[in-house]
T-cell receptor, first 112, second 116 residues
Framework: GAGVSQSPRYKVAKRGQDVALRCDPI?????LFWYQQALGQGPEFLTY????????KSGLPSDRFFAERPEGSVSTLKIQRTQQEDSAVYLC??????????FGSGTQLSVL | KQEVTQIPAALSVPEGENLVLNCSFT??????LQWFRQDPGKGLTSLLL?????REQTSGRLNASLDKSSGRSTLYIAASQPGDSATYLC???????????????FGRGTSLIVHP
C-alpha cells in the first residue's frame, strides 16, 4: 500500500477483555516495529520483526502482550486481559532495512 | 543503552520567529537520525532523515544538522507559522553489530506552539 495502515483507529475495551491491533506495513518493507506511546511521552519500543522473524521482544511489558507477523507482511499485536495501564497509543512503523521509518496513524486504546 | 534527550520540552513563540530544536544522544555509533512531526492524536510524519555520514539535510523551511562526535542534532525552522504547531521528535537508529540492538530510540519530543 501507499503507507502504513493501522486498524482500528480507536479501541475501547473493558478491563479483562482481549484486543487485537493490526498493522499493514508498506509493501516490501522488511523491518516492522511496534511502539507504545503514553500521553506527552515519546514512543517506547515494544517489539521488532525482520520479515516473519521476531528478533526482539524485549519491550513487551508483560506476557499478556503478544505479537506476530506470520507471513512477513501484516502484523498483529494482541493484548490479553487488558488492564487500565495498557491505555495508550500503539504505533506501528516499517522500513526497508535500516532506512527511513514510516509510521501508521496509530491505534488509541482506552481500557475502562 | 542509547539515551535521547530533546530540549526544550516545550516552546511557545510568535509567528515569524526562527526556531532551534535540539536533540542529543549518548552513543555516537548511529546509522542515521530522523526528525518527525506529530500532530495531536495522529501518528508520526517523517520530516528529515540524516545518514551518519551527512552533516545536514534541508527541506523547505526546515534544516537539520548532525554532529555525530558530540552526539547532537539540531532542527532549524525558519520563519515559523501557526501550522508548524506540533510535537517534534527525533529518533536515532543504531549501527547493527553482532549481539547489539536494532532498535530506533526516540526522545520525548519538543511541543511547539506558534501563535499568530
Amino acid at each position: 500500500g501507499a503507507g502504513v495502515s493501522q486498524s482500528p483507529r480507536y479501541k475501547v475495551a473493558k478491563r479483562g477483555q482481549d484486543v487485537a491491533l493490526r498493522c499493514d506495513p508498506i509493501s516490501g518493507h522488511v523491518s516492522l516495529f511496534w511502539y507504545q506511546q503514553a500521553l506527552g511521552q515519546g514512543p517506547e519500543f515494544l517489539t521488532y520483526f525482520q520479515n516473519e522473524a521476531q528478533l526482539d521482544k524485549s519491550g513487551l511489558p508483560s506476557d499478556r502482550f503478544f505479537a506476530e507477523r506470520p507471513e512477513g507482511s501484516v502484523s498483529t499485536l494482541k493484548i490479553q486481559r487488558t488492564q487500565q495501564e495498557d491505555s495508550a497509543v500503539y504505533l506501528c512503523a516499517s522500513s526497508l532495512g535500516q532506512g527511513e521509518l514510516f509510521f501508521g496513524s496509530g491505534t488509541q486504546l482506552s481500557v475502562l | 543503552k542509547q539515551e535521547v534527550t530533546q530540549i526544550p520540552a516545550a516552546l511557545s513563540v510568535p509567528e515569524g520567529e526562527n526556531l532551534v530544536l535540539n536533540c542529543s544522544f549518548t552513543d555516537s555509533a548511529i546509522y542515521n537520525l530522523q526528525w518527525f512531526r506529530q500532530d495531536p492524536g495522529k501518528g508520526l510524519t517523517s520530516l528529515l532523515l540524516i545518514q551518519s555520514s551527512q552533516r545536514e539535510q534541508t527541506s523547505g523551511r526546515l534544516n537539520a544538522s548532525l554532529d555525530k562526535s558530540s552526539g547532537r542534532s539540531t532542527l532549524y525552522i525558519a520563519a515559523s507559522q501557526p501550522g508548524d504547531s506540533a510535537t517534534y521528535l527525533c529518533a536515532v537508529r543504531p549501527v547493527i553489530v553482532s549481539g547489539g540492538s536494532y532498535i530506533p530510540t526516540f526522545g520525548r519530543g519538543t511541543s511547539l506552539i506558534v501563535h499568530p
